[in-house]
């Protein structure tokens, strides 16, 4: 249970990354992972997102017109994808050298490891401010969809601590999404509760209305008001 004033629209975690390996990368996660492939979105500025959905958690494979810098390894360090179709937990490495783990469960869903130097505070952040559910330790969930936290002292602070979005778009597992009622909302909780502001809300067209924040392990979260999923894209 959680105290939060915010319930999310969508109970699930979505996944992003970065490649400049794109035909293997979607091969890999199309064919050996098993996730099933939804569709191409043009973002624009040279910017292609293939979707994969997983039941309600969808995962965003990005590839940009320009080659993208290789970059230091981000707070998302394990895929993780729940499968009803496995027995026991495996581990593999993408093209592009990700972690992913791949676990039994009863419904499909995908997952996050992170690792950073605030593991108590990513638990409240998540749980306590932007309507996730407490687990068991350190880790948080959304339906089926799970964050799990691990404490790592190595984190580059300055990086985690940086507001550019230049340093999102690197190669690799990068940002997590979570689908609000309200962006203007959930953006000003994420600020609120020790998020370090990114990008501020905006309208994305007809699609979705976005915001982009650092949360306190340094990982990169999208909060998306999605027009097919709240049927209203009003900011404020």
Known sequence: MTNSPMTLAKPAIDIGMFTNNLPDMIAFYREEVGLH???????????????????????????????????????????????P???STSI???????????????????GAILAGPAPDAAVNFYCDHLGLARGTQQSCSAGSSNL?????????????????????????????????SSVALAHKLALNAGAIEGRAPSTLGSVASISFVRDPMGCWLELSQRASITGDLTIG
Do not use: W
Request: charged fraction near 25%; charge should be negative.
């Open 37 to 83: 492939y939804d569709e191409l979105l043009k973002i624009g500025g040279g910017q292609h997102q293939h979707r994969f959905s997983a039941g309600d958690s969808i995962f965003k494979l990005n590839n940009t017109r320009d080659p993208l810098p290789s970059g230091a390894p981000g707070a998302i360090r394990t895929l993780l994808i729940h499968s």
């Open 85 to 87: 179709d496995v027995q």
């Open 92 to 110: 593999a490495t993408d093209p592009d050298g990700n972690r992913v783990e791949i676990r039994p469960a009863e419904d499909n869903a995908l």
């Open 148 to 180: 799990e936290f691990i404490e790592n002292t190595e984190t580059n602070t300055s990086q985690a601590n940086s507001s550019s979005m230049d340093d999102m778009r690197a190669t690799g597992l990068r940002y997590l999404t979570l689908q609000v």
